[in-house]
């Protein structure tokens, strides 16, 4: 079964473009009119850009026209601290770039999430680490006196707890506090088991909230708060029917490498999608497929990668804190 298949009849979203362009461009074997990737390597990391750059390919791919950048980072769920300053210090300077700040932008950080769901805390967890300025904006520390922006930050919850769509309430707080900038922090749905805990997303579309779970509420763009929105993630979770796919994959593979299995690996050959799906549609009748997955030790990755969220958002938004200073300003 082609991997979109499977997407298409679970209903598994990928918050990431770079594994829907994946997926798109492996399977048709050619370039994707209108979307354009880029990849460099900076400090062992790899960061690869998708840029949509026309109405059909926001079409094909599924997503806004916009840039996505994703920061791959195999070692970022270790408790490596060298590691962890360098991705920091590379997520700084791709939202330095995507940010385009003034000394005078007014920037509001909005933690999208569940605070009681520790997969999808990411968000309020950033928030409560980041250094806010506007409230207390010429108290600030007198070696930072005139090297800071106006940050202000909210948690605003989910519609389960407060009754409200997320996004009336960004909206209201956007029209009092008139922000330049909104960006929001949110735990994303990853396609593939390698990207959870190891890839950090940034894009200039804004967000959809919950989609990547089939729970989608109102976007966050500029449309629906009145200022432009950027997005930052990390996955946290992925569909179970992934994994399931994924196995058999894996097992038909090893069984047809086996001599000891070659006379069933011939028959593995007449096995179709339509067999595959039969398989996984039994398994996951309980759920209808809507099972999703997270590692066990998803408190820890929270907890390291809303730290070095908060860091990297500390030394793009405020001219006085840098790379090598940034942790003394975490809240």
Partial sequence: MKKSELFRHYNVYSDLAVEAHEILRGESEQEIFGVRMDEEQLNNINVTTITIENEQGAQEIGRPQGQYITIDAPELHKNNYDLHKDITEVLSQKLQKLLNLTDNTSILLVG????????????????????VTRHLFEYSPTELNGKLRKISAIAPGVLGVTGIETAEIIRGIAEHVKPDLIIAIDALAAGSLDRIGTSIQLTDTGINPGSGIGNKRTQINQDTTGCKVIALGVPTVVNAAVIAHKCLDVLFEQMQKNKTFTKFSTELNCINSQFITRVLDETFSPF???LMVTPKEIDSLIKTTARIIAGALGISLHPGIDSEDFERYLQ
């Fill in 288 to 290: 209808k497929g809507n």
């Fill in 112 to 131: 999208l999430g569940n605070w009681n769901a520790t997969p999808d805390a990411l968000g309020p967890q950033v928030i409560d680490k980041t250094l």
